[in-house]
């Protein structure tokens, strides 16, 4: 069964099934989302009218039995910085699309009535029913109840109340194997999905078909490889498995880049009791799990079970970014507040990089003390949750609370808050923060890898010298990486291990009959950099738009003291392709 | 003169997150991390007063050495 585009118009609820265009036939993930938007989206639509689309689409070797294979790429232009954007999740979704031979799913238009609905998608095409009873309700209620109604083994993506309420900050979920959440957390891609009125997509299970390989021999030997690699290498098969992504914590805080009190400082005094290892100590103090998968052939298993003091389920996916942003950037030195809060972002739906830096500004306005850890929660299930006024700001992201406290230090690129690396003290990341068409975001080329942790190579990190090269390869490799649908982690053995890196190129030419070399697939990793900045531009952004904020360059951040020095003219050169 | 030196990761296990040592002039992070029973090559990232350093580099009075194995994620 060859491939094929589902398209669901939700002005008229219907929905058609499609050849896959000859210009697509060679994207999937974040290369197929992006060129959908950019080819159907007009780019000065707003972002939550009917003009605005919805793709979701799993990667090119989503359903094989590649290792670490199952993200779920989507995109939309965003609410949050008005370009384009792809945010990508684990969960079952992608595995389930690609197995029922769906590329990609187009979710457009708008309904006239103002009712909910569920998308299903099934075997033999798509019907679209209306569910009035999940109004309001959380994602982990939503999930349940579509595995009441259609089966425990139903991939779910959905919104919670952020969504509905079409807060910037809304993220969408993807169901995991046990039924927690993972999420497809930036720019505000919730708000579009609720924006058409969509609560949820159900995707059936179909265990009868397989996905087609072209050449299955060829395959199964770059698969052996490709995995051996992420076993094989330090940070993908023991760091991250031990001490999940939060590992990273205490490594930026040594190094001075840990953001601190709203990026005001580069190291947090309650580093150690936020820290991975601690985490690891507490979970096994308490018998949670240190390691789980997100999908079905992850061998990194970053993830984990994270109980409360009661010994009882409190959050999973637990993730350095998450950490900190309420850690650090807040200064709360609870991990379990933080896991607290981390399972109400979960069921809210909202961004857990974008609110808790959003509070980190509110905080430096002066609505709550620093380090209030209850007075956040409370403000999450208080206010966000219920669409109070102040809810509703919060929800809109730092970029709007740092206008509305009359703050000066806001941490946004393109209105989206920075993650977990201050840009002073990582200057290449600050490169990918300032360059990348999603606005600040880490994992679009994660410069940090070399600048600090020895992987690829190393870079001074408070140098300037090779840095707009080093965040350029790395956001095309990465943005080849995505259109893959595979985990981004497979970022470190990939860049260390020649062989690795080879078994991705090698997976693809086998799964389509190919002939790519590794600098084809670098090129079309540049060639939807190119893609997805096209549409910005002709949105209305410029060149202005890939700055850092002011205070960056005049504030200088301790222990290094450092100032962001990148002129303007040293950051358009990124674009030099 | 004396260092500190922190250790993270599974550097740590059965041995220690942070010590105040007594070292000879001269001693570099190489000497040390033999000291402490880690193999070299497990070495990722060392840092002195945070900043990148090397294996063959003399501490000096009061530095604070951190040692991680290679990490990664975020």
Known sequence: ?577 | MQVAVKLFAHFRNNRFKKEVRTIAPGVTVGAIVTELSIAEEEVGVVLINGRHGSLDQALAEGDILSLFPLVGGG
Request: proline letters at 5%; hydrophobic letters at 40%.
């Open chain 1, 1 to 577: 069964m060859a491939d094929r585009i589902y398209r669901v118009n939700m002005s008229n609820l219907t929905s058609t099934i499609e050849d896959i265009p000859e210009a697509w036939a060679g994207h999937g993930g974040r290369g197929l989302t992006s060129t959908i938007v950019a080819a159907e989206v007009e780019p000065t639509c707003h972002p939550l009218g009917k003009h605005n689309k919805i793709v979701f689409a799993p990667g090119l070797l989503a359903g094989t039995y590649a290792a670490n294979s199952g993200r779920l790429c989507i995109g939309a232009k965003s609410p949050l910085t008005g370009g384009i954007k792809e945010s990508n999740a684990g969960g079952t979704a992608a595995q389930f699309f690609a197995r029922l031979g769906i590329k990609a799913l187009i979710v457009e238009g708008k309904p006239e009535k103002d009712v909910l609905y569920c998308i299903n998608v099934k075997k033999d095409g798509v019907d679209i029913s209306e569910v009035p009873e999940l109004k309001g309700k959380g994602n982990f209620d939503t999930i349940n109840a579509i595995m009441a109604k259609q089966g425990e083994n139903t991939a779910v993506i959905s919104i919670g109340p952020a969504g509905e309420m079409k807060m910037a900050a809304a993220n969408i979920s993807v169901k995991d194997p046990e039924g927690h959440i993972r999420s497809a957390g930036r720019g505000g891609l919730g708000a579009v999905m609720g924006s058409k009125n969509v609560k949820c997509i159900a995707i059936e299970a179909d265990d009868s078909s397989e996905v087609q390989i072209h050449d299955p021999e060829a395959f199964k030997a770059a698969a052996k490889v490709f995995a051996k690699g992420l076993i094989d290498h330090p940070v993908s098969g023991q760091g991250l498995r031990t001490y999940g992504t939060a590992v990273v914590l205490n490594i930026m805080n040594e190094a001075g880049g840990l953001p601190t009190k709203n990026f005001s400082d580069g190291q947090f005094e309650g580093a150690e009791k936020i820290s991975g290892e601690h985490m690891f100590d507490v979970i096994e103090e308490r018998g949670g799990k240190t390691s789980h998968a997100c999908h079905k052939g992850c061998v990194i298993q970053c993830s984990q079970h994270y109980h409360d003091k009661d010994k009882k389920f409190l959050t999973s996916g637990f993730e350095y970014e998450t950490i900190w942003a309420m850690g650090a950037d807040c200064e709360v030195d609870n991990l379990d507040q933080i896991a607290e809060a981390d399972h109400l972002m979960d069921d809210i739906g909202i961004d857990s990089i974008e609110f808790p830096v959003t509070v980190g500004v509110a905080m430096e306005g002066g609505l709550l003390p620093w380090g209030d850890g209850p007075g956040i929660l409370k403000l999450l299930k208080e206010d966000v949750a219920k669409g109070t006024p102040l809810g509703r700001l919060l929800g809109s992201g730092a970029a709007a609370v740092g206008k509305a406290y009359g703050v000066t230090r806001v941490p946004v690129v393109k209105n989206q808050a920075m993650p977990a690396y201050d840009p002073r003290a990582v200057k290449g990341i600050g490169i990918t923060y300032a360059t990348s068409p999603m606005g600040a975001d880490h994992t679009a080329g994660y410069a940090t890898a070399t600048n600090i942790m020895n992987v690829g190579g190393s870079i001074d990190p408070l140098k300037k010298e090779g840095q707009v090269e080093l965040s350029r390869n790395l956001q095309a490799a990465t943005a080849a990486i995505d259109s893959a649908g595979l985990c981004l982690f497979v970022a470190f053995p990939a860049l260390d291990i020649p062989e690795c890196f080879g078994a991705i190129v090698d997976m693809l030419n086998a799964r389509f009959g190919l002939s790519l070399t590794g600098d084809d697939v670098g090129a079309l990793g540049l060639s939807i950099l190119k893609i997805e900045r096209g549409f910005n531009l002709a949105a209305g952004m410029t060149n202005k738009d890939d700055r850092l904020p002011e205070f960056m360059a005049e504030e200088q951040l301790p222990p290094h003291n450092v100032l962001w020095d990148f002129t303007g003219e040293e950051i358009d050169a990124f674009w030099d392709f």
